[in-house]
């Protein structure tokens, strides 16, 4: 096929389901209901750690309007995101790990009738030494104070350690050797919609659940291993998802408890949480302590690079496995680096379970990364931009933990950024209390391998065609607000030349959608796309062998465009797209096609290797102007540019969406939002509205700027557009405030009282405990053999 | 979702009627007008009244009348709305306009009164919990427990006073007309209050507040309010500070009035002021003794938002720059004691 100009991708549409989400029609999983519906609650623990002596159910059971009341005798099959860290249960059996962990769910006529019943279930507990820190989690070794069973170490769930290239000798060549400290704190996801599932069990034995999830299909294998019911008797229908951000990424306990009590009382139940429940529920952002040590050249060449990360996990793994590692993967794709040396560690403590929360594991480390790169910039006095510039990473490039780059557009990004932002103008010029500060990351499209180990697609998408022309997606993938149903429609519609309203999308329904592993690590867009490209083309095949039949044209001198089957040369010499439709039905028969998609194969072949594998690399540039008030160390954020390599924007307009919301997500973590507990193992304020999230007020003028490298691995040359904005934004907020007040804060949130602090010369550094890691893992790239391998 | 308890709401069509049911109801009753603190109260069970008594329909809690002999009368049913948006309250009081016009948000400001502000319960984020949450921390004294979390060893409950609108009001001199049985009696506002979390006011409960009288004296006189939160909307205060001030011709202070909110169970009246600035003219050594005195009658505790060592020391910043803007004299921007690394390097 000849190149021709996009007619959809690259047009700023409107969301496919714009119309209904602004119109109130959008019927989320709370929205629905169902004849003889019964309302499920579960009753909390309300220690953070204890053993559970007994439970009695007998008087809640017996309490008008109940119909059925579980604890975790019924579920006892454990269960858990990673197939390697199985460690949670529906319902708490013998202990509880942290404050909010379920241990007894009711169905009931209503909502009040299962609150009040819960007040009649009496759980006799024996309470255990809670573990809220990650230095009280590393220093609890004893067998007796640990919070799982299963893992190795008491309280480490997983240490991990590697060593690229020569680390002694790397720093030995360095002139000067800087060492930092941080620590960013834990914050949710605050999505507007509370997690939701509704579950109906037929009389054939089959279970029903809609389900507020991002994971649909990793939610139809945890129900079957759970609930002891082939997947074939399992249909998981992700309702439209009110906002994920990652925290909808888990098969979740009320999901189990949902399925499982319909399956006894025979009624459909549903369980919506309480705002409170979704700060108990949580996987939002690790609280990391990050200690790092750089090596480099007098003129800003790093040499060496050794990082560390601390990982207070929570009572349970969630993705746990995978955050460790990526807290250490994409350091290395920014820019050069010759010897990167890593050590993480995940600690349990008895806090409500942290996973992944928009950027995965890699916000705090760029955090961190970031902001010590300023300091080194500004202590050899460099220019921070001019120090990345003089290094970045190079495209069709191998890094050396063994990640491969294709595209790179972050020179465009930082060159882009810098002078929309006026950077050389502002940086050390504007008046005392106002700042510019400047910061750059990477993200991954996609994880390059899935979260269970197979080796089937990663998406899959079918089209059906219909004699009137019409043509229907069916896709696993799952609309979480970033659009993915669009994305969807404007392929196939770029590829049929048809409008992309008249195109219908099913998806994230396992009775008739293909497998989609979900919507997180910014995969979807890629992945999806792919598969639906392939799927098309099948079917354009046939479409055109009967057109050019019709026409009398050569196949390859055909288009299809404006609704129609044309020749390219002689463009009035056409068919419409339905009557082409009907042709080649006659001629084949019912017409359908399928495409799928997997990730290329990676160079690197070390255990461990899985993580920061990607189709293709994002890229962005961050810089944030902000006033500081030095008298009350209010800061005020005046306005941020970003800018993107995003490889093709489908859709500008959605993708500055995305970049905005990220843009006000990355201000929230950089300046208020904190997951807190008491010494009693309490979230010290699980409200909206104690809880500090930015307002619209808070929210700076925010200006995109998207740069498209067309990456040969991604769909139309696109990347991902979701997570990687947030990523620089936090440390140029820091480094922005080091230029406004000239004090630095190492530690996030970056809160008016620790700035005043600073100001005074009273905030203490960030301490760092010490753990006796394992034994790296060394490698060195060319090491590895052309395929790809189990995390 | 958390789900509000069942209750009976009543609709009286008097002041007076509404008076006689609570009344006759006792402490099983509560009054609501706009139900924006009250029912989210009664959702957590910290309130939980059997019967709300509505005084939201009510004629004569309504008007806002600006040139009264008296004063300014303003109805206690008011919305925070209308009275940020009077023209009247904006030309005289733009402290009190910017007050409540500062409470949470806009959608909250047209259903909450002015009433329900000036007496809207204290707050401490150990007890604006679910119920779930206070008994896993085990209940205080102000609701379900005997002893207070934030300070064990305290007698009293330490919840904090968190109107906007209250302080403005003390500054200002306005009296509150209280509706009991025996029919209307006027109580300055700053008398009503008390420093007790649990019982921060010191009205009788058969009296209900009809309107507020902003008083002639007080029509002359400049006045602000200053107010510190996390964020620009939602946020109670965490520290608020409300100052009126007279000026003769010759700029002789005549009348000084400084009052805190947010940092004790009541508002906080900073007596120096007057005592410092009456009968002078004020200098900028006069806002900063001032400033100082303030700071050490504000006693914040670590029970909201924001650190509290942070908001008694921005209570010292806040009263120097709430007399500033009274004054207008220009104040010097607090010297920073650690050098500025940019300014090593020159630009």
Same mark, same amino acid.
Request: charged share 25%; proline share 7%.
């Given at each position: 096929?000849?190149?021709?100009?996009?007619s959809v991708?690259?047009?700023p549409?409107?969301k496919?389901?714009?119309?209904?989400?602004s119109?109130?029609?959008t019927?989320?999983?709370d929205?629905?209901?169902?004849?003889?519906m019964?309302?499920?609650?579960?009753?909390?623990?309300?220690?953070?750690?204890?053993?559970?002596?007994?439970?009695?159910?007998?008087?809640?059971?017996?309490?008008k309007?109940?119909?059925?009341?579980i604890?975790?005798?019924?579920?006892?099959?454990?269960f858990?995101?990673?197939?390697?860290?199985?460690?949670?249960?529906?319902?708490?059996?013998?202990?509880?790990?942290?404050v909010?962990?379920?241990?007894?769910?009711?169905?009931?006529?209503?909502e009040?009738?299962?609150?009040?019943?819960?007040?009649?279930?009496?759980?006799d507990?024996?309470?255990?030494k809670p573990?809220?820190?990650?230095e009280?989690?590393?220093?609890?070794?004893?067998e007796?104070?640990?919070?799982?069973?299963?893992?190795?170490?008491?309280?480490? #769930?997983?240490?991990v350690?590697?060593?690229?290239?020569?680390?002694?000798?790397?720093?030995? #060549?360095?002139d000067?050797?800087?060492?930092?400290?941080?620590?960013f #704190?834990g914050?949710?996801?605050?999505p507007?919609?509370?997690?939701?599932?509704?579950?109906?069990?037929?009389?054939e034995?089959?279970l029903t659940?809609?389900?507020?999830t991002?994971?649909?299909h990793?939610l139809?294998r945890?129900l079957?291993?759970?609930? +002891?019911?082939?997947?074939?008797?399992?249909?998981?229908?992700?309702?439209?998802?009110?906002?994920?951000?990652?925290g +909808?990424?888990?098969?979740?306990?009320?999901?189990?408890c949902?399925?499982?009590?319909?399956?006894?009382t025979?009624?459909?139940?549903?369980f919506?949480?309480?705002?409170?429940e979704t700060?108990?529920?949580?996987?939002g952002?690790?609280?990391?302590?990050?200690?790092i040590?750089?090596?480099?050249?007098n003129?800003?060449?790093?040499?060496?690079?050794?990082?560390?990360?601390f990982l207070?996990?929570?009572?349970y793994s969630?993705y746990?496995?995978?955050?460790?590692?990526?807290t250490?993967a994409?350091?290395?794709?920014?820019?050069?680096?010759?010897?990167?040396?890593?050590e993480?560690?995940?600690v349990?403590?008895n806090?409500?379970?942290c996973?992944p929360?928009?950027?995965?594991g890699t916000p705090?480390?760029r955090?961190?990364?970031?902001v010590?790169?300023?300091?080194?910039?500004?202590?050899?006095?460099?220019?921070p931009?001019e120090?990345r510039?003089?290094?970045?990473?190079?495209?069709?490039?191998?890094?050396v933990?063994?990640?491969?780059?294709?595209?790179?557009?972050?020179?465009e990004?930082?060159e882009?950024?810098?002078?929309?932002a006026?950077?050389?103008? +502002?940086?050390?010029?504007?008046p005392?209390?106002r700042?510019?500060?400047?910061?750059?990351?990477?993200y991954?499209?996609?994880?390059?391998l899935?979260?269970y180990?197979?080796?089937?697609?990663?998406?899959g998408v079918?089209?059906?065609l219909?004699?009137g022309?019409?043509? =229907?997606?069916f896709?696993g993938?799952?609309?979480?607000?970033?659009g993915?149903?669009s994305i969807?429609a404007?392929?196939?519609?770029?590829?049929?030349?048809?409008?992309?309203?008249?195109?219908r999308?099913?998806t994230?329904d396992t009775?008739?959608?293909?497998?989609?592993?979900g919507?997180?690590s910014?995969?979807?867009?890629?992945?999806?796309g792919?598969?639906?490209?392939q799927?098309?083309?099948k079917? +354009?095949?046939?479409?055109?062998q009967?057109a050019g039949e019709?026409?009398e044209v050569?196949?390859d001198?055909?288009?299809?465009?404006?609704?129609?089957?044309r020749?390219?040369s002689y463009?009035?010499?056409a068919?419409?797209?339905?009557?082409?439709? *009907?042709?080649?039905?006659?001629?084949?028969?019912?017409l359908g096609?399928?495409?799928?998609?997997?990730?290329?194969?990676?160079?690197?072949?070390?255990?461990?290797s899985?993580v920061?594998l990607?189709?293709?690399?994002?890229?962005?540039a961050s810089i944030?102007e902000?006033?500081?008030?030095?008298?009350?160390?209010?800061?005020?954020?005046?306005?941020?540019?970003?800018?993107h390599?995003?490889?093709?924007?489908?859709?500008?307009?959605?993708? *500055?969406?995305?970049?905005e919301?990220s843009?006000?997500?990355?201000l929230g973590?950089?300046?208020?939002?904190e997951?807190v507990?008491?010494?009693?193992?309490?979230?010290?304020?699980?409200?909206?509205?104690?809880?500090?999230?930015? =307002?619209?007020?808070?929210?700076?003028?925010?200006?995109?700027?998207?740069?498209e490298?067309?990456?040969p691995?991604?769909?139309?040359?696109?990347?991902?557009?979701?997570q990687?904005?947030?990523?620089?934004?936090?440390?140029?907020?820091?480094?922005?405030?080091?230029?406004?007040?000239?004090?630095?804060?190492?530690?996030?949130?970056?809160?008016?009282?620790?700035?005043?602090?600073?100001?005074?010369?009273?905030?203490k550094?960030?301490?760092v405990p010490?753990?006796?890691?394992?034994?790296?893992?060394?490698?060195?790239p060319?090491?590895?053999?052309?395929?790809p #391998?189990?995390? | 979702m958390?789900?509000?308890?069942d209750?009976?709401?009543?609709?009286?069509?008097?002041?007076k009627?509404?008076?006689?049911?609570?009344?006759?109801l006792?402490?099983?009753?509560?009054a609501?007008? %706009?139900?924006?603190?009250l029912?989210?109260?009664?959702?957590?069970?910290?309130?939980?009244?059997?019967y709300l008594v509505?005084?939201r329909?009510?004629?004569?809690?309504?008007?806002?009348?600006p040139?009264?002999?008296?004063?300014?009368?303003?109805?206690? %049913?008011e919305?925070?709305?209308?009275?940020?948006?009077?023209?009247?309250?904006?030309?005289?009081?733009?402290?009190?306009? /910017?007050?409540?016009?500062?409470?949470?948000?806009?959608a909250l400001?047209?259903?909450?009164?002015?009433?329900?502000?000036?007496?809207?319960?204290t707050?401490?984020?150990y007890?604006?919990q679910?119920?779930?949450?206070?008994q896993?921390?085990?209940?205080?004294?102000?609701?379900?427990?005997?002893?207070?979390?934030?300070?064990?060893?305290?007698k009293s409950?330490?919840?904090?006073f968190?109107?906007?609108t209250?302080?403005?009001?003390c500054?200002?001199?306005?009296?509150?007309?209280?509706a009991?049985?025996?029919?209307?009696?006027?109580l300055?506002?700053?008398?009503i209050?008390r420093?007790?979390?649990? /019982?921060?006011v010191?009205?009788?409960?058969?009296?209900?507040?009809?309107?507020?009288?902003i008083?002639?004296?007080?029509?002359g006189q400049?006045?602000?309010y200053l107010?510190?939160?996390?964020?620009?909307?939602?946020?109670?205060?965490?520290?608020?500070?409300?100052a009126?001030m007279?000026?003769?011709?010759? %700029?002789i202070?005549?009348?000084?009035r400084?009052?805190l909110?947010a940092?004790?169970?009541?508002?906080?009246?900073?007596?120096?002021?007057?005592r410092l600035?009456?009968?002078?003219k004020?200098s900028?050594?006069m806002i900063e003794?001032?400033?100082e005195?303030?700071a050490k009658?504000? /006693?914040?505790v670590?029970n909201?938002?924001l650190?509290?060592?942070?908001?008694?020391?921005?209570?010292?910043?806040y009263?120097?720059?709430?007399l500033?803007?009274?004054? %207008?004299l220009k104040?010097?921007t607090e010297?920073?004691?650690q050098?500025p690394v940019?300014?090593e390097?020159?630009?």
């Amino acid at each position: 096929m000849r190149e021709k100009k996009f007619s959809v991708i690259g047009k700023p549409l409107r969301k496919v389901d714009a119309l209904a989400k602004s119109t109130g029609d959008t019927r989320y999983a709370d929205d629905l209901e169902l004849s003889r519906m019964l309302y499920g609650k579960l009753l909390r623990s309300p220690l953070p750690h204890a053993r559970i002596r007994g439970i009695k159910t007998d008087r809640a059971a017996k309490l008008k309007g109940v119909y059925a009341v579980i604890t975790g005798a019924d579920l006892p099959e454990r269960f858990g995101i990673m197939p390697s860290t199985q460690d949670e249960e529906a319902l708490a059996g013998e202990k509880v790990r942290h404050v909010g962990d379920p241990v007894a769910a009711v169905a009931a006529s209503s909502e009040a009738v299962a609150e009040e019943s819960l007040k009649l279930i009496e759980v006799d507990y024996e309470p255990l030494k809670p573990i809220l820190s990650i230095e009280e989690a590393l220093a609890c070794t004893e067998e007796s104070e640990r919070i799982h069973a299963w893992n190795r170490r008491a309280n480490i #769930q997983k240490a991990v350690s590697f060593e690229f290239g020569d680390v002694v000798q790397g720093f030995a #060549q360095a002139d000067q050797i800087f060492e930092d400290t941080f620590f960013f #704190q834990g914050n949710a996801h605050l999505p507007m919609e509370q997690h939701c599932a509704l579950a109906q069990y037929g009389p054939e034995d089959k279970l029903t659940i809609w389900s507020s999830t991002q994971t649909p299909h990793y939610l139809h294998r945890a129900l079957s291993k759970v609930l +002891k019911l082939p997947m074939s008797r399992i249909r998981v229908i992700a309702a439209p998802v009110g906002g994920g951000f990652g925290g +909808k990424s888990d098969p979740f306990s009320h999901e189990m408890c949902a399925s499982k009590l319909a399956m006894i009382t025979g009624r459909p139940v549903k369980f919506t949480l309480t705002r409170e429940e979704t700060f108990y529920v949580h996987r939002g952002r690790h609280p990391v302590k990050m200690w790092i040590r750089t090596g480099v050249k007098n003129d800003g060449t790093l040499q060496a690079m050794h990082f560390r990360s601390f990982l207070d996990g929570g009572g349970y793994s969630s993705y746990g496995l995978a955050t460790v590692y990526y807290t250490g993967a994409l350091q290395t794709v920014s820019y050069k680096l010759p010897v990167y040396k890593f050590e993480g560690v995940r600690v349990f403590t008895n806090k409500p379970p942290c996973g992944p929360k928009r950027g995965h594991g890699t916000p705090q480390p760029r955090f961190a990364l970031e902001v010590h790169l300023d300091k080194i910039a500004d202590k050899l006095g460099i220019d921070p931009v001019e120090l990345r510039l003089k290094q970045l990473v190079e495209p069709d490039s191998i890094t050396v933990n063994g990640l491969r780059v294709s595209t790179t557009g972050l020179r465009e990004c930082i060159e882009k950024a810098a002078a929309r932002a006026e950077w050389k103008k +502002k940086f050390h010029q504007l008046p005392y209390g106002r700042g510019i500060g400047f910061a750059a990351s990477a993200y991954i499209s996609g994880a390059g391998l899935p979260i269970y180990w197979n080796g089937m697609p990663h998406s899959g998408v079918q089209i059906r065609l219909d004699r009137g022309g019409g043509i =229907t997606v069916f896709c696993g993938s799952t609309d979480i607000g970033q659009g993915s149903d669009s994305i969807l429609a404007y392929v196939v519609a770029e590829e049929f030349g048809v409008d992309p309203a008249d195109i219908r999308v099913v998806t994230a329904d396992t009775d008739l959608t293909p497998v989609d592993l979900g919507s997180y690590s910014s995969r979807v867009t890629v992945m999806t796309g792919n598969a639906a490209i392939q799927a098309c083309r099948k079917l +354009k095949e046939m479409l055109f062998q009967v057109a050019g039949e019709a026409l009398e044209v050569p196949v390859d001198d055909l288009e299809m465009a404006e609704g129609k089957v044309r020749s390219q040369s002689y463009p009035k010499r056409a068919i419409s797209f339905a009557e082409c439709v *009907e042709k080649a039905e006659t001629k084949f028969g019912t017409l359908g096609a399928t495409g799928s998609y997997s990730p290329p194969k990676y160079p690197a072949n070390y255990k461990g290797s899985g993580v920061g594998l990607t189709p293709a690399y994002s890229y962005s540039a961050s810089i944030v102007e902000l006033s500081c008030d030095p008298e009350t160390a209010e800061i005020k954020v005046e306005k941020v540019w970003i800018a993107h390599d995003c490889g093709r924007a489908f859709n500008p307009l959605l993708v *500055e969406g995305q970049s905005e919301g990220s843009v006000y997500m990355a201000l929230g973590e950089a300046l208020m939002e904190e997951q807190v507990f008491r010494k009693n193992g309490l979230h010290k304020f699980p409200s909206i509205l104690d809880y500090k999230s930015p =307002t619209t007020l808070e929210t700076p003028e925010i200006e995109t700027i998207l740069i498209e490298t067309n990456d040969p691995e991604g769909p139309y040359g696109a990347k991902e557009a979701g997570q990687g904005f947030l990523l620089p934004v936090i440390p140029a907020v820091a480094n922005a405030l080091f230029d406004a007040i000239g004090v630095r804060i190492d530690e996030l949130p970056i809160t008016p009282d620790k700035v005043l602090r600073a100001l005074e010369g009273r905030l203490k550094p960030v301490s760092v405990p010490s753990f006796d890691f394992p034994p790296p893992i060394k490698w060195r790239p060319g090491e590895g053999v052309e395929v790809p #391998q189990k995390s | 979702m958390l789900r509000l308890p069942d209750f009976t709401y009543i609709r009286p069509k008097s002041l007076k009627e509404a008076g006689r049911l609570l009344a006759e109801l006792g402490p099983e009753a509560m009054a609501v007008a %706009g139900g924006t603190d009250l029912y989210p109260k009664m959702k957590r069970g910290q309130f939980t009244p059997r019967y709300l008594v509505s005084l939201r329909f009510l004629p004569e809690l309504r008007g806002i009348r600006p040139g009264s002999k008296e004063g300014m009368w303003i109805g206690a %049913g008011e919305t925070l709305t209308v009275v940020a948006k009077n023209p009247a309250v904006n030309k005289r009081f733009p402290a009190l306009a /910017h007050a409540a016009g500062s409470v949470s948000t806009p959608a909250l400001r047209n259903m909450g009164t002015i009433g329900g502000n000036v007496f809207v319960d204290t707050r401490c984020n150990y007890y604006d919990q679910t119920f779930f949450w206070r008994q896993a921390a085990g209940f205080c004294m102000k609701k379900d427990g005997d002893i207070c979390l934030v300070a064990p060893k305290s007698k009293s409950c330490l919840a904090v006073f968190s109107s906007d609108t209250a302080p403005v009001l003390c500054s200002l001199g306005a009296v509150a007309l209280l509706a009991g049985p025996d029919g209307l009696r006027k109580l300055p506002f700053e008398q009503i209050y008390r420093d007790d979390g649990m /019982h921060f006011v010191t009205k009788r409960d058969d009296e209900l507040l009809r309107a507020i009288l902003i008083p002639r004296a007080a029509f002359g006189q400049r006045n602000v309010y200053l107010k510190l939160r996390r964020r620009g909307s939602f946020d109670f205060p965490v520290l608020g500070v409300a100052a009126a001030m007279a000026l003769d011709r010759e %700029g002789i202070c005549r009348s000084a009035r400084v009052v805190l909110t947010a940092v004790a169970s009541a508002p906080v009246v900073v007596e120096e002021a007057s005592r410092l600035l009456e009968g002078k003219k004020v200098s900028r050594e006069m806002i900063e003794a001032v400033a100082e005195a303030a700071a050490k009658v504000s /006693h914040p505790v670590d029970n909201v938002d924001l650190d509290y060592w942070y908001r008694k020391r921005m209570t010292r910043v806040y009263v120097k720059r709430a007399l500033a803007e009274l004054t %207008g004299l220009k104040l010097e921007t607090e010297k920073v004691p650690q050098e500025p690394v940019k300014d090593e390097k020159g630009p």
